[in-house]
């Protein structure tokens, strides 16, 4: 063996052994290892003042949330090969696309965080579709990620958009030859539970939406001076920062932001009937955890 071989065999041994000292520790804890992760985080910030949905600083804030989501998974979430932010005008329909993608050309495991206005419409197909609305008002409709999701690496999402998590299971769409709704289009599972915080079903899924409004992130929680950017920004702290399952991360994101460890008493649990915060149409509203509220995210 020449010298020059040599060196390289020693090269590729150290190589071996500093990725075994990096992964044996994780294996070690309990956590997965995945051959690629990723975290896409949106925020489209179409912004929406007549009627006066959006009020001076939502969309700052809501810019802010983001970036403290991405700053945590960078810091605590090093070995992800992709972590992606899109805001404002590279949050398009086509982004949540290209993204789903990116997961199924080249991670296993994926988590995304989007925050901002959605509706819903037929589109020509006999049961209504679910889409969020991007940073230019064109629809992301829940079909148009099929296409990129069969693989199932979406494994936790959190979808801080009105009605996000209805209805659930989806409805089968005879155009589409599938089911309508995020929580289907993303996860690719009809059958999670549907209260994962009190009946959480060991999935591996979990998907954090709503039924009705979706909080505005500037709306006082009505506990000290927080509002919800506070409690999405408690609720990825104690998740990537700390490790904690779902269900612990809600229930400390509900101590210090909603005053209460128990999550299931408080408002934004609680089923609200006719809640009308716009002066737009009454909606029965509440926060909805599908699927598995013992998930930690890998
Ligand atoms: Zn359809």
Known sequence: MGITKRVTLIISVILFLNLLSIFVPQAIVGKTVNAS??????????????????????IELTSAVAEYIRSVFANYRGYYDEIRKDVDQDA????????????QQMHDYATVFSKGHAADGYFGHPVKHHYLRDHYDNPMIDNSLLPYTGGGEH??????HCDTAT???GEYCSTCGSYTGLPYSYTRTNTM??????????????????????PQFLD??????????NFVSYLYYCLIQYDMSLNS??????????GTYDFASTWLYQLKIGYNPFNLMPRDTRIRILGDGYLEVA
């Open 220 to 229: 006082p929680t009505g506990y000290g001076n927080n509002n919800y950017a």
């Open 249 to 258: 991360a809600l229930r400390e994101a509900s101590l210090y932001t909603l």
């Open 92 to 103: 398009i329909a086509g982004r949540y696309t290209s993204n789903a993608f990116a997961v």
């Open 193 to 214: 539970s549907t209260n994962g915080y009190t009946s959480p079903d060991s999935s591996g899924y979990a998907f954090v939406g709503f039924q009705g409004y979706s």
């Open 167 to 169: 209805p659930y299971p």
């Open 37 to 58: 992760n990723a975290s896409y985080i949106y925020a489209p910030n179409l912004e929406i003042t007549n009627p006066p949905i959006d009020a001076d600083g939502e």
């Open 155 to 160: 494994h936790f999402v959190v979808i801080w």
